[in-house]
């Protein structure tokens, strides 16, 4: 079973900067190989949207309302996944979630969020 961990959220102006990270984990035997690693994010009220993917050869893909702003990254041997947030809005306010999807089973893992909060 595979865990992921993110952390980095917080509270920033607006303008401001975030780095989040997702760390995945597994407590019983070995970690399988992990195939696509992502962001999402749900605001209140909201539906769940992607803000971003990276493919295990480092092909990345955004959401629309990214506008160049995120940069999604991710280290295959530490099985950790980035996602540096630049030029944060207020409607960027939401809680983030890491999500992978394992090569070989195609099991779907979800982190538990952590929260980002952009002040006007």
């Known amino acids: 079973q595979v865990q992921l961990a993110e952390s980095g959220g917080g509270l920033v102006q607006s303008g401001g900067s975030l780095r989040l990270s997702c760390a995945a984990s597994t407590t019983s035997g070995s970690m399988p190989p992990l195939g696509v690693m992502g962001w999402y994010r749900q605001a209140p009220g909201k539906e769940r949207e992607l803000v971003a993917t990276?493919?295990?050869?480092?092909?990345?893909d955004y959401g629309d309302f990214v506008n160049g702003r995120f940069t999604i990254s991710r280290d295959n041997a530490k099985n950790t996944v980035y996602l540096q947030m630049n030029s944060l809005k207020p409607e960027d306010t939401a809680v983030y979630y890491c999500?992978?999807?394992?090569?070989?089973?195609?099991?779907?893992?979800w982190g538990q969020g952590t929260q980002v909060t952009v002040s006007s």
């Open positions: 990276i493919t295990r050869r480092s092909n990345s």
């Open positions: 999500n992978t999807i394992s090569w070989y089973a195609k099991n779907d893992y």
